[in-house]
Each structure stands twice: as C-alpha cells, then as structure tokens.
C-alpha cells in the first residue's frame, strides 16, 4: 500500500490524535529512539487536494527509506510526525506549532500554498525550516529564502506555461473560472497578464468559492460570452463540478485545467467524454529524459506501483535536500538545516541519492545535488526554476501534448 493511502487511512481513523509515521512502522511519539531527528510532515490528505497530499507522502516516504538505509545523518535516523492539513491554514499552523513545541521538529515539510503563506512566520519566529514541493503561490516570492525554500516553481511560471499554451493554440476568446484559493488565484494572475499580452481577448474572469453545491450562477455569463475556451484554475472538487455543470449549460468549446486537476481520477469524477480532445492540464513537471529521473521512476515503480504523479519527485528531492543539509552542517536544529541547504544543492561535486552525498561529505568535498525533479539550486526567495507539462485528454488518460523545459522559466 502507498505512505500515502497509509496516512490517509490513518487520519481518518485517528483525527484527533497525533501520529508518527517512520520508514516501517507507525508508532506513538513518545517511542522515538534517541538517535532519531524529527520532521513534522503536514500534508492536505483530505479536500480538494486529498490526492496531491498521497502522491507528496509516496515521494517523502521514498526517500526516507532510502536515508535510514543508509545510515540516517550525523543527527540519527529521520523520523516523520504526520498531521493531515485538511486544506486549512488555521488547521496547519495549530499542527506545525505542536510538531515544533511538543514534537521538536527541526522542520516541517509538505504545506500546499496557503498553508505555506500561513506558517512562514511561525517557521522564522521558531527557526524552523518550512519547505514544500507544491506550493507555488507568488507571495512566497517575496517572504521565503531564509528558512523558507520550496522544491517546486512559482506558479507565476505555471501561468506563463498556461498563458503560453492559450496563445499558441490560436483561441480568439478566453474565458477565466479561478477557485478562490491562494495557488489558483496566483496562477491565474499571471495567465491572465500573459494571454492580455499576446492579444487574446479574456471574456471573464469569475472567482468562486469552493464547495459549492452549484456554480450555474458563475456560469451564466461565462456562457453566454462564448469562449474558444475556458481557463480553469479549481480543486478536484470544485473544478469537476464547474465541468459537469459547463457541459450541461452548452459549453462545447476547450479546456485548460490547472494542476490540481492532472490526476487520473478526473476522468471517473467528470467522464471521459466530456474530456477526451477537449481538455488539457498543466502542471510542474520533471524533464523525464534526465537519468535522475529515470533512476527515481524505477525506485518509485518498485515501491509504489504505480508511476511517479505531480510533484512526487519535487518531493522525493526535498526529503534528501533536507537529510543532506544536516549531514553537511551537523548541527542538528533548523538553523544547522537552514545554514547547509544551499551549499549542498549548488556548486560541488554533483550527487543523485542521498547515500552519495554522504559518502562525499565524509570525504571533505562539497556537494551539488541533483535532483530527479530537475536543478535544485535556490533563487534568492528559496524556489528553485522548473519545467511544465501539458498533456491532452486522450481515451480516458492524460497524454503528454508540449513540454516547456525550466529555461523557458527562468526569471532573469
């Protein structure tokens, strides 16, 4: 069974009790070894990015294998304390609070964007490193790299890949439908400035809420515009339920769907046929064709199997990014992690595994990892550049249509 499913299973199970989840086993907190280094993992397991949260602990879990195999760091074996975020900031900053005071968590890893907005505070008061693999959200752009990193892009690069793609597909009309949450209305902030500019006329741009039980009235107009196409930044939730709606008010036109919706469930929760030609998603992605990311696909085949989804590898990465950063400094606190981090992502000797920065490390040298999800080295808001992927819905999946490799990307 996927980490992911195991701790979805067991938040439902045990919501209101504090869990820790280690490499093998799940054990109560008080049965830690004392060589073990605690980091608080917060995850959205439930709600509108439920799937997400499964496919970031699969990659988390991945790596904590693969460091406690060989060895843990100078600081002992890496231990996970779990808490499922729910989707809710308030929620995230009373589990992170706990996992820092009572758990002494030297960092806490996984929050999606407004969670991570929520916790940047917290993390720097505490020194505590606060890093994600899917938080994109542009505010981030300005509060994060110094205790703040994150293995994943701005999403002022997810909009620059959408505004791309709605340009070169030759659509006159261009409808906006934005979930009014921090990483959809980031995004499509900057979709929206790249479609204006390549001349692209935007008939709406409507914000919903969430967990609607209808969105017929956000709709009307939307329709009655007639787009070429609709931009769709929504949660798996919401999102399915504006699609099913749209097609039964006439819309007959494309979609472009954001990130949160790139999961093969889609397809059962929408129906393929109100998908198939018509539909594309696009989201951060590795280059598939680097050997650190065949070598991950393998190990994560092997483990899960299934193949690697969204953001599993960015994940995988920040695990062996954080284990790295306290072998390198041994100093076993969020300062010792935060002082090491962007030594060892950048300007060594290049390493893929943990196990082989360890082994250069221990040999005096400097290290450059070099992660399955791409580069890892840190701009100076502690975000790393990134590629995306647009894939079309094809026979029920999603089939790979363009890929815009991370120098397309790269803010100069």
């Keep these: 069974m996927q980490h992911g499913a195991v701790l979805r299973k067991l938040m439902h199970a045990c919501a209101a009790a504090s869990l820790v989840v280690t490499s093998t086993a799940v054990v109560g907190i008080g049965a830690a070894a004392a060589k073990d280094i605690t980091v608080g993992v917060l995850v959205p397991l439930t709600g509108e990015l439920g799937r997400f949260g499964e496919i970031v602990a699969s990659g988390f879990d991945l790596a904590l294998d693969e460091i406690n195999a ?47 907005v929520a916790l940047v505070d917290l993390a720097k008061r505490k020194k505590v490193v606060l890093a994600s693999s899917i938080a994109g959200s542009i505010t981030l752009n300005k ?15 997810d909009g620059i890949a959408a ?12 409808a906006f439908l934005v979930q009014n949450e921090e ?33 017929q009235a956000e709709l009307v107009s939307v329709l009655a515009n007639q787009p070429d196409a609709i931009y769709l930044a929504g949660g798996q939730v919401s999102g399915v339920t504006v ?26 929760a929408v129906g393929a046929d109100l998908l198939n030609g018509r539909a594309f998603v696009e989201f951060a992605d590795a280059d598939n064709s680097f050997p650190e990311f065949k070598a991950f696909r393998e190990k994560y085949l092997a483990k899960t199997k299934n193949e ?20 390198a ?27 082989e920065g360890k082994a ?53």
């Design 70 to 116: 060989a060895g843990g760091t100078k600081c002992g074996n890496l231990r996970f304390v779990v808490d499922d975020t729910r989707g809710q900031p308030d929620h995230a900053l009373r589990a992170a609070s706990k996992m820092i005071d009572t758990d002494k968590a030297v960092a806490i890893i996984g929050p999606s964007s407004s969670e991570m």
């Design 143 to 157: 509060l994060g790299g110094d205790f703040v990193y994150r293995t994943v892009s701005s999403d002022l690069g």
């Design 163 to 174: 505004g791309l793609w709605l340009s070169e597909r030759g659509y006159k009309r261009v």
């Design 183 to 215: 990483s959809t209305i980031s995004t499509a902030q900057a979709a929206r400035a790249r479609v204006e500019a390549a001349g692209i006329a935007i008939t709406d741009y409507v914000v919903f809420n969430s967990n609607q039980p209808s969105y």
């Design 243 to 268: 699609i099913k709606e749209a097609s039964v008010g006439g819309f007959e036109g494309q979609w472009l769907l954001s990130a949160d919706l790139a999961v093969p469930e889609t397809f059962g």
């Design 308 to 327: 690697p989804g969204p953001f599993a590898s960015n994940s995988y990465d920040l695990v062996n990014l954080v284990a790295l950063a306290l072998e």
């Design 329 to 355: 400094s041994g100093d076993c606190t969020g300062n010792g992690i935060n002082a090491a981090i962007r030594n060892v992502s950048e300007g060594g000797e290049p390493v893929t595994t943990f196990a």
């Design 360 to 412: 250069a490390l221990a040999q005096g040298k400097d290290i450059d990892l070099v992660g399955a999800s791409g580069s890892l080295t840190f701009d100076k808001s502690g975000t790393v550049s990134g590629a995306y992927t647009i894939q079309g819905a094809k026979d029920g999946a999603w089939v790979t249509e363009k890929f815009y490799p991370a120098s397309t990307f790269e803010q100069k």
